[in-house]
């Protein structure tokens, strides 16, 4: 039996990993400042995409509830549903979830930030605070 990742991995034939696709989409629906038709995203995507495979990642991102679309001449223009920093956020929340101690999570996730993201993540939980003392 072969190992499918070594020989896959070693094949020259330019296949993008799972989910760049799906993510370069993303950045660039993120980028714009209107919803794109799926020509329009072609036109902003590297490499030599087909049309057709942009329209497959449209649709499945739209199937995963990330993208909302509306008509736009004979087929759709889409949109995010949230904003780049709400996704991550969601994201990191199913991460934490995942997890079986809640507690390692975060302080390995708090021990491996920079200074400067520390030092921003303890500014914002003092905001947090105050925003809690002061009925909000």
Known sequence: MRDRTSSESGRATGRRARGELESGVMAALWAADEPL??????ERLPGDLAYTTVLTILS????????????????????????????????????LD????????????????????????????????AGRSDGG
């Open 60 to 95: 499945r991102l739209h199937d995963k509830g990330m993208l909302v679309r509306q008509p736009a001449g004979r087929g759709y223009a889409y949109a995010p549903v949230r904003d780049e920093a709400s996704d991550t956020a969601v994201r990191m929340h199913g991460l």
């Open 37 to 42: 038709t799926a020509r329009q995203l072609l």
């Open 98 to 129: 995942r997890g079986s101690d809640r507690e390692a999570v975060l302080t390995r996730f708090v021990d491996e930030l920079s200074q400067e993201d520390e030092q921003l993540l303890h500014r914002l939980l003092g905001e947090q605070d």
